[in-house]
């Protein structure tokens, strides 16, 4: 690395860090985040010994095995790293709907099928080496005080209300991605030892050599641009490749590399992503909102209501970052997802594959999807359609569990394409870690007669339904449902009543109407809704040209409770009632 700059080489092949397996693959639980080079080598080694003809491929059967006995992780931590990884890196729709199916119907059965179920050694192995990425990172989430948070790149962050971040989206991008290839950088020999053919290790070190399928693996790490500008170069075969194989020390006859000349290859060619520095100096606190880029962005919204359809963001990466006191709607089938250092905020998205929540405050997130982690999160509402249990990592407090209780046109169509299960939600059993201390995960569960079913304001007639249990694709649990239809009786009850009064005096009817009326509007007053209320009326959506665009209305204060113990919604029996009473909601 001497001589030359990070971000910078004369290279015209060039590698990056990708971001998939920093943002959503590093949990910063300490007993694997503190493995060490030789646990992991042993780790393929006993994989290989053990089932040489499976090898390259590791069973959770063994994996849980060996974590067990040398590392003393739980049955629960062993799935969920296996899980992690396999969702992230070997997504197969069909095969994790099938899982998720049996374990609905016939959960033993589910329990034994997973002693099968299999990866890849080489690229979970990067993936156990990655985990140490997390220990800084958790560590410097902890030590800082109550109201400050970490940002990714670990600087330290206010995130009161009304408080803007010194720095634009792009720069704290570019910055997060210049430590993440320092990183790989200052770790890439040790990370290819822990690639290298066993056989190869026992003799000189500088004689040491990585067999095809370790590089291959790496793709999981690093992606390869070429000289055209092909983003989507195997990176194994560019390592092999005529014109680089004196540099990487590739052996045709052996199929293999030199690992010291392919650790300079890569340390040559490791630079940050261009595109993030080019947006560097970018206006700062400016709206960012790009649906249509390879990673959809939605960052500096303050304010306002955003809704975007799947048109433009199907089956696409998703980050929101650095929002503060929007509705914020993706109405699509999503990949990753990442919400950063928001606040006072409600998200609601369609389903995704993976969501990663970190530094959040006062945030209510509607989510259906397959993998949840948050992380230094406090004070946020999570209602939850998850196959998996959640996971709540250090600094995560206070923070309300309950059941995903939205519905929307064509719902059901994005669950299945995403690969998700309608009928298994394991919302109310997560995974925590806790450690001694102030910082440890704490959560309540949400109760049936707290619970209201979530009216989003984009349908299909131009209006949003009264939701119902019936409306709903992702089933609620049975209480819940019993819940939303004893309400929907009361309000069904009252509104009779109320059309049964005939000789009431038109002076007094009048009156009523009016208390309802200003109730109503102080509730919404009070929960922010009628800013919400404003931004529908005049949004600029065109759902046929896929045109998105929110209106901002200045001089609004949204309310100031947590989403934890106020729900930013608005509750169906009011509308419901209002509308009797005569009140034009």
């Known amino acids: 690395m001497a001589g030359r700059q990070l971000g910078q080489t004369s290279a015209a092949l060039k590698l990056h860090v990708r971001s998939h397996i920093f943002d959503h693959g590093v949990l910063t639980l300490a007993p694997v985040a503190s493995l060490h080079l030789e646990h992991i080598q042993k780790l393929v080694l006993f994989a290989k010994a053990k089932a040489p003809r499976a090898f390259p491929r590791l069973s959770f059967q063994l994996w849980q095995k060996w974590a067990a006995d040398h590392i003393k992780l739980t049955p629960d931590l062993c799935w ?21 199916r049996l374990a609905v119907f016939d959960p033993p059965a589910e329990h034994a099928a997973r002693l099968d179920v299999s990866v890849n050694i080489w690229g979970f192995a990067i993936f156990l080496y990655m985990q140490r990425f997390g220990t800084i990172s958790l560590r410097s989430a902890l030590e800082v005080a109550t109201d400050v948070w970490p940002a990714n ?93 004196k540099a990487t020390g590739y052996s045709k006859i052996a199929g293999n590399f030199l690992l010291t000349r392919l650790a300079s290859w890569i340390r040559d060619r490791l630079v940050v992503d261009e595109a993030l520095q080019q947006n560097v100096d970018a206006p700062e ?116 569990l309950g059941p995903f209780g939205v519905s929307y046109d064509r719902l059901a169509d994005h669950m299945g394409s995403v690969g998700l299960c309608c009928e298994l939600n394991l919302w109310d059993n997560p995974l925590t870690v806790i450690s001694k201390g102030p910082h440890s995960s704490s959560y309540v569960l949400e109760q049936p007669e707290q619970f209201q079913p979530w009216l989003v304001p984009f349908g299909s007639n131009g209006h949003a339904p009264l939701a119902t249990p019936n409306d709903l694709a992702c089933p609620l649990p049975p209480a819940f449902t019993q819940a939303v239809e004893d309400r929907i009786a009361f309000v069904k009850y009252f509104r009779s009543k109320l059309q049964g009064i005939d000789d009431v005096d038109e002076d007094l009817r009048r009156a009523f109407t009016a208390n309802i009326e200003s109730r109503f509007t102080d509730w919404l007053n009070e929960s922010g809704h ?18 998105m665009a929110s209106q901002q209305r200045h001089g609004s204060r949204p309310g100031s409770a947590s989403p934890g113990t106020r729900r930013h919604r ?12 005569g009140v034009d909601v």
Not at 214 to 227: F, H, I
Request: hydrophobic share 40%; net charge negative; glycine share 2%.
């Open 80 to 100: 969920t790293y296996f899980e992690t990884f396999e969702t992230l890196f070997e997504f197969d729709r069909e095969r994790l709907a099938a899982r998720s």
């Open 153 to 245: 790149n670990r600087s330290h962050h206010r995130i009161h209300a009304g408080e803007d971040d010194e720095r634009s989206y792009a720069e704290r991008q570019a910055s997060t991605d210049s430590e993440r290839v320092s990183f790989v950088l200052r770790s890439i020999s040790e990370l290819l030892q822990v690639l290298a053919d066993s056989e190869s290790l026992t003799g000189d070190a500088s004689d040491a050599r990585v067999s095809a399928q370790g590089v291959a693996a790496l793709a999981l790490l690093l992606r390869c641009v070429s000289e055209d500008g092909d983003s989507d170069a195997i990176l194994l075969d560019k390592a092999r490749q005529q014109s680089e194989i």
């Open 285 to 400: 606190h400016r709206p960012l909102l790009r649906p249509t880029s390879q990673t959809a962005v939605i960052s500096f919204v303050s304010k306002r209501t955003i809704y975007w359809s799947a048109e433009h963001l199907s089956h696409k990466d998703l980050v929101i970052q650095q929002c503060n006191a929007a509705f914020i709607y993706v109405l699509s089938p999503l990949r990753h997802v990442v919400v950063n250092e928001c606040r006072n905020c409600t998200i609601v998205l369609g389903p995704s594959r993976f969501v990663t929540v970190t530094n959040c405050k006062k945030v209510d997130l509607l989510v259906p999807c397959r993998l949840l982690t948050a992380s230094t999160t406090r004070d946020c509402a999570l209602r939850l359609h998850a196959e998996t249990r959640p996971i709540l990592l250090e600094g995560s407090q206070t923070l309300l």
């Open 530 to 547: 009628d800013r919400q209320l404003q931004d529908l009326l005049t949004m600029d959506h065109h759902p046929a040209s896929g045109e």
């Open 570 to 581: 608005m509750p169906a029996q009011v509308a419901a009632v209002s509308a009797s009473a």
